[in-house]
């Protein structure tokens, strides 16, 4: 019996991730089951999910969480971790011993690979990408999903947040505000599309809703997207997904995005720039320059980069990426390679070799 740990409840976290798992594993034959450890707002799939709450010895445990949260996979025959760093947790001997509680532990960043190895004098940490569901991202027509929701013909703009300052929300509307003043951008056909699952700082949210007012742009703000459906059709109906982040271990929404035929925009960080440059090679026109100083969280400054978005570059590709054939041009350099992100070819890769060895 294969054992999934994950939560039940968000598609744009730990939930894609191991619901992904456990539907691939079950299509290749595995006798899988699900026994989430957060449930929530039902998940709009096809998928059976059998709840089990405990595991023998001779079973394959799979946990999909921080990994601070590691120590609680039981004693199985093979035991895998599935997740990054909390940038918050700082104790290093808790977070090793964590790590040595699994026999394998895949993180999202192939740079973390050696350094985690190194901070935690450990040899099980290995490099797993996150990825996109294909049955949630193939056969759509884009400008039919931007009639359905009343924006064909406008430039939209995205961000997936959870209204998290980390997140640097208001970082996307200063950049707005820039591109209209310095480069010229035409606001009246810009429409700006916030997704996100929940609220996590209501002043945060507070702040972007009055900013978006002041800048006088077109808005919408989706608030509690748990449906994985809806989720996908919001990411299919953006031009452009901006991602300035200062904490990512790594996030599916940049497959997620490429496989929407959505041009994501990211932080010059290792953990979102590597996926950029598998996918796409290197585009300057995607990666946002970052200011002179870093951000280190406090396990930062041994394993995890943080970078400050620099906002007038954001706002110059923001203008750029406004011509349709420049994101074109660059989506046709991208989606050659993002198949080999779909989680169905992630787990034939990298969990279906070490399962059938055990």
């Not at 957060?38 to 059976?48: C, T």
């Not at 690979?113 to 027509?141: A, E, Q, S």
Request: aromatic share 10%; charged share 20%.
């Amino acid at each position: 019996m294969i054992i999934i740990d994950a939560p039940l409840t968000n598609p744009t976290s730990f939930a894609s991730i191991g619901l992904s798992i456990y539907k691939y594993l079950k299509k290749l034959g595995f006798n899988v089951c699900y026994s989430p450890w957060a449930l929530g707002y039902p998940v709009n799939r096809d998928i059976e999910i059998n709840i089990c709450r405990s595991a023998s010895r001779n079973d394959v445990y799979i946990r999909v969480s921080h990994i601070d949260s590691f120590n609680v996979i039981p004693p199985c025959k093979l035991r895998i971790g599935i997740g990054p760093i909390d940038i918050a947790f700082n104790n290093l001997n808790y977070l090793r011993s964590c790590i040595l509680n699994t026999h394998y532990t895949f993180t999202f960043c192939r740079a973390y690979v050696d350094k985690m190895r190194k901070v935690f004098n450990v040899n099980n940490v290995y490099f797993m990408p996150l990825g996109f569901d294909p049955d949630y991202f193939n056969d759509f027509d884009k400008d039919k999903i931007k009639k359905m929701y009343g924006l064909h013909g406008r430039y939209v703009i995205g961000m997936v947040t959870r209204f998290d300052r980390r997140e640097n929300p208001t970082t996307l509307i200063s950049a707005l505000q820039l591109a209209k003043i310095k480069n010229k951008l035409n606001l009246n056909n810009v429409s700006v599309v916030f997704i996100s699952n929940e609220i996590f700082d209501l002043n945060c949210f507070e702040e972007v809703i009055k900013q978006l007012r002041s800048l006088g742009v077109h808005y919408r703000i989706y608030v509690g997207v748990k449906d994985f459906v809806e989720y996908s059709n919001l990411i299919k109906l953006l031009d452009v997904l901006v991602i300035c982040s200062t904490y990512e271990s790594g996030t599916s929404l940049i497959p997620e995005a490429i496989a929407s035929r959505t041009v994501p925009i990211v932080t010059n960080q290792v953990s979102l720039v590597e996926y950029v440059y598998d996918m796409c090679g290197c585009i300057n026109d995607i990666i946002i320059e970052s200011t002179d100083s870093d951000v280190l969280a406090r396990v930062g400054n041994t394993v995890v980069d943080a970078k400050i978005p620099n906002t007038s570059d954001l706002a110059q590709k923001i203008c750029r990426l406004s011509s349709e054939d420049l994101r074109q041009e660059i989506l046709s350099k991208c989606l050659s390679k993002v198949n080999e992100y779909s989680y169905e070819n992630i787990v034939k890769k990298y969990l279906v070799p070490i399962i059938e060895k055990s």
